[in-house]
Structure formats: C-alpha cells, structure tokens
C-alpha cells in the first residue's frame, strides 16, 4: 500500500480533480491513502500532526530538496523493490515551512523531486503522476515519455 501524509487542505478544484484522477489510476495497481494534517505556521504543531499519524511499521520517504534524486526509471525500480520487502510505503510532504528534524530522523530515506519550490496542491499531483507512472513501468504498460 502506498500512503502520502500531507500537510494542510487542497482548496483549489482543479488540482482535487487531478488528485482524484491519479488515485483512481494507480489503485488499479495498489491501494492508496492520502492522510492530510493540519497545517499551522509554527513548525513544531505540524510535527506533532505528522507524528500522530506515523506507526513504526510503514517505511518513510521525505519529499526534501536534500533527498536522493531518481529519473522515473530508477524511481520506479526503487519502489518496486520497496513494495517487496515492506507492506507499505508512506511519503511525507511538509508544509511551507518543510519538515522538521524529527520527522525528517523518522524517516528511512530522503528523496528530491527538484531543487525547485512547488506549490503542495500541485507538487501532490506530480508525486501521483510519478508514482501512476511507476506502475506502468513496473507492469510493461506504456506510458507517454
């Protein structure tokens, strides 16, 4: 199973639209949750809502502009070869003001999509994408380029 924890409520719905489409398209592979937590402008409140959602049992990926990076290739063997040994595979994706120290120290790996700066409702949807695209990789299916 695939979870993302996300911080804060997507308003615009446009992009809950395209959220909604890329769920629907990879749980034709995996099942998929999206736990949204609270936002807040202190940091240390959006640690804590992150925290009580977490479990020792998922393995955890940072979305960090300090992570590892992956072309969607690579990106989709790593998490193939993920999905193999753990049960589930959580991404976190912080706030505006990123994730703090012990979020990010509970997390197995660190993994950056870009240098750049994304909105969250938008940067959401890319990590859906890549992840639809993964299956298809995964499976042999093609998929545009």
């Keep these: 199973m695939i979870k993302i924890i996300c911080v804060g409520k997507i308003k615009e719905n446009y992009l809950k ?11 034709k592979y995996s099942k998929i949750e999206l736990i949204e937590v609270k936002d807040s402008e202190i940091l240390k409140e959006e640690e804590n809502n992150i925290l009580k ?34 049960s589930n595979i959580t991404f976190i994706i912080g706030g505006s003001n990123g994730l703090s120290l012990n979020v990010l120290n509970k997390c197995q790996e ?9 909105p969250h409702g938008l940067f959401r949807s890319i990590l859906l994408e890549q992840l639809y695209r993964t299956f298809k990789i995964n499976n042999n299916e093609s998929y545009h380029k």
């Design 17 to 27: 639209e395209l959220i909604d489409d890329y769920k629907k398209r990879i749980m």
């Design 53 to 86: 959602v977490m479990n020792d049992k998922d393995y955890y990926i940072a979305l960090s502009i300090t992570g590892n990076t992956y072309d969607s290739v690579s990106f989709a063997k790593h998490i193939e070869s993920l999905l193999t040994l753990k």
């Design 110 to 118: 660190k993994i950056s999509f870009s240098s750049l700066t994304f």
